[in-house]
């Protein structure tokens, strides 16, 4: 009985094991980048780099166009919602990142680039960085999360809801010149993106989330989230001739504070 119960014990440990492997493996089959249409592939700095919830942070430009690449390594169908600054990128509603709102279908091995908001079936108006007067999610009085891309990603249950996949790609580069600390995504030109509506079912909990929160460099140079800011920091920088020699020369708010005047 002894001999049975320890089997037991082991089959259900192994089936255990089996079930967190196969929910896992998801984690590290969908790459989420954000590609600028003049520098590539922009670096992340990780905060949390494994597991569901994934965070980091991305140095931007103002005016800068960029597109959000998604690659599905995985051999599965898979859903996602996608919302810039809090707004989901199909409807332009709020997103709370949820399982029934609007989405994108990649197919398994598939990859695709959502390059703006989508205004209809066959059009999107670009994404672009600006400050927060400007931001798409300002027109609508939003600003619970400004400067934040994020992506969820679904498996499928089966057949059932709808969602959208692309049909090509389409990349544009214009530049503006802004400056602000802080930071939102704008609603730029007009391009053709055409999609057709595919069957989806998600299952109730998303496999992966992935926020990217995008700052102005000097802003994560003052957090120290990118320690290489132009300086030897082996000698360290030099505090009576700073890099950035921008300022009014008044005594700047720390980076904490200023956000409060």
Request: charged letters at 30%.
């Amino acid at each position: 009985m002894k001999l049975f119960k320890n089997m037991l014990a082991a089959v259900f440990l192994m089936l255990a094991y089996g079930a967190s492997v196969q929910a896992g493996a998801l984690y590290d089959k969908v790459d989420i980048q954000v590609i600028s249409d003049d520098r590539g592939k922009l670096r992340e700095y990780p905060v949390d780099e494994y597991g569901k919830k994934q965070r980091s942070y991305i140095a931007v430009h103002d005016g800068e166009r960029y597109r959000i690449r998604v690659r599905n390594r995985s051999n599965q169908r898979i859903g996602l919602v996608i919302a810039v600054d809090g707004r989901n990128i199909i409807t332009g509603e709020k997103s709370w990142l949820g399982r029934k709102e609007a989405k994108y279908v990649l197919d398994p091995w598939e990859s695709a680039e959502y390059e703006g908001w989508r205004s209809s079936r066959n059009h999107v108006n670009r994404f672009y960085f600006t400050d927060i007067e400007d931001s798409y999610a300002d027109a609508w009085g939003d600003h619970s999360a400004m400067g934040v891309i994020a992506v969820a990603v679904y498996k499928e249950k089966e057949s059932g809801h709808y969602g959208y996949r692309q049909k090509r790609e389409s990349m544009a580069a214009q530049s503006r010149a802004q400056r602000s600390d802080a930071m939102g995504t704008g609603f730029g030109e007009r391009e053709w993106s055409p999609t057709h509506r595919v069957h989806f079912k998600p299952r109730k909990k998303p496999a992966l989330k992935k926020f990217i929160k995008y700052e102005h460099r000097r802003s994560l140079c003052r957090r120290g989230i990118i320690r290489h800011c132009g300086y030897d920091d082996d000698d360290g920088w030099n505090r009576f001739w700073p890099d950035d020699d921008s300022d009014d020369g008044f005594a700047p708010y720390p980076w904490r504070l200023r956000h409060h005047h």
